[in-house]
């Protein structure tokens, strides 16, 4: 990289990145994360990009009702979906009354508008109660997705709350995307695929902070667990086109003036 271009990079690392201080660091996450491979357990903090995008795994402990585990989702069903990297994704169980839960920070301070979270889940039968919060600044639920009781359901939202095509099928595989818009709120979408295909989306309130997945009160076989996998955080294309078209204008008028 020579004078010119490091000088349009700082430039335009000036005047876009102020906006961005307050940021959650980019970076993705999934079950083939080297941290894993001695297992998933509390405190574990993995990473496959972007080191410091999530805070540490906080794990409730496991027992004989409460499994947390990387494994492949081929056990979910004999129809599973396309969820594993490199032949695994994260696992949760509970059963006989047990909930086993998984939750994590979006770090340093949660989504700033304009950037994204998205995670992708997979589930097969529908006893129970198993899912994944979204929680604002303090802690509090500002967005939850269940399955149980045969259905998809989507509550506490600001808006689109309900069922997310209660057709049953072995084979489901959810994309859950959350975009913070504005510092007091953002979109949430739910692209599900599959045996079944449906797409759902609305708002929340608040800043997306925290998730908590959990998995609880079923019968405990692998049919029942709840798979997840594939975390990400992510810059709205929009801000990284004004970015890279700020770099590229800057570009231009250096060499001008240069060959002026």
């Known amino acids: 990289m020579n004078k010119l271009t490091n000088l349009v990079l700082a430039l335009a690392s000036g005047i876009a990145l ?3 201080a307050f940021s959650a ?3 993705t996450d999934n079950a083939s994360a ?3 491979d001695s297992g998933w357990v509390d405190g574990t903090d993995g990473f496959i990009t972007g080191p410091g995008a999530y805070g540490m795994w906080f794990l409730n402990s496991d027992t004989s009702d409460i499994t947390h585990e990387t494994a492949s989702v081929s056990s ?3 129809n599973a979906p396309l969820l594993d990297t490199n032949g695994v994704s994260f696992r949760m169980a509970g059963s006989n009354g047990s909930e086993a839960t998984a939750f994590r920070f979006i770090d340093p301070a949660g989504l700033s508008a304009g950037q994204s979270f998205s995670i992708d889940i997979a589930v097969n039968f529908r006893n129970g ?3 994944i919060d979204l929680r604002g600044a303090s802690e509090e639920t500002i967005f939850n997705f269940n399955v149980g009781g045969d259905d998809y359901v989507v509550n506490s939202a600001a808006t689109g709350n309900g069922s997310i095509g209660n057709a049953y099928s072995d084979d489901t595989l959810f994309h859950i995307v959350f975009t913070q818009d504005s510092a007091s709120g953002g979109t949430w979408s739910i692209t599900r695929s599959g ?3 449906d797409y759902a989306s609305g708002t929340y309130d608040g800043v997306a902070r925290s998730i908590k997945l959990y998995a609880g009160d079923t019968a405990g076989t692998d049919a029942d667990a709840l798979f997840f996998n594939n ?3 992510i810059p709205e ?4 086109a004004v970015l890279f078209g700020a770099v590229a204008y800057g570009l231009v008028a250096l060499r001008r003036r240069k060959n002026a």
């Open 129 to 131: 109660n198993k899912g």
């Open 231 to 233: 975390l990400s955080t």
């Open 195 to 197: 045996g079944v295909e």
């Open 34 to 36: 080297s941290a894993y």
């Open 76 to 78: 979910l069903s004999s």
């Open 25 to 27: 660091t980019l970076g």
């Open 237 to 240: 294309p929009g801000q990284m």
């Open 18 to 20: 102020p906006s961005l």
